[in-house]
Nanobody, 123 residues
Framework: QVQLVQSGGGLVQAGGSLRLTCAATGDIFTINSMDWYRQVPGEQRELVATLTSGGSTNYADSVEGRFTISRDSDKHAVSLQLDSLKPEDTAVYYC?????????????????WGQGTQVTVSS
């Protein structure tokens, strides 16, 4: 059973930094794209950063230059470095990965989500 387990996050003052990590476990064949989203209560989930299997990255305009997504292929993990944080970055952050894996039904490819982690930036 494939799972994404998140760690990191917490409370930080404006201008500070945090690092979020998302590790994939299970019978994984390969990981395709890995993404970070965030969600504020009452609003839609927002795509923050994307990392493809080829190493290409893409960022939302609101975080460009402040956030950095990176991947550790040996550990099937992706991290999001959050620098120069602003109060408007406060949200629950989720990782998502498109993973090719083995299951009881054979070879499959699905999207998986982490459990979410709270990031709170005080002014």
């Amino acid at each position: 059973q494939v799972q994404l387990v998140q760690s990191g996050g917490g409370l930080v003052q404006a201008g500070g930094s945090l690092r979020l990590t998302c590790a994939a476990t299970g019978d994984i064949f390969t990981i395709n794209s890995m993404d970070w989203y965030r969600q504020v209560p009452g609003e839609q989930r927002e795509l923050v950063a994307t990392l493809t299997s080829g190493g290409s990255t893409n960022y939302a305009d609101s975080v460009e230059g402040r956030f950095t997504i990176s991947r550790d292929s040996d550990k099937h993990a992706v991290s999001l470095q959050l620098d120069s944080l602003k109060p408007e970055d406060t949200a629950v952050y989720y990782c998502k990965a498109n993973i090719a894996h083995y299951s009881d039904y054979g070879f499959s490819q699905n999207n998986f989500w982490g459990q979410g982690t709270q990031v709170t930036v005080s002014s």
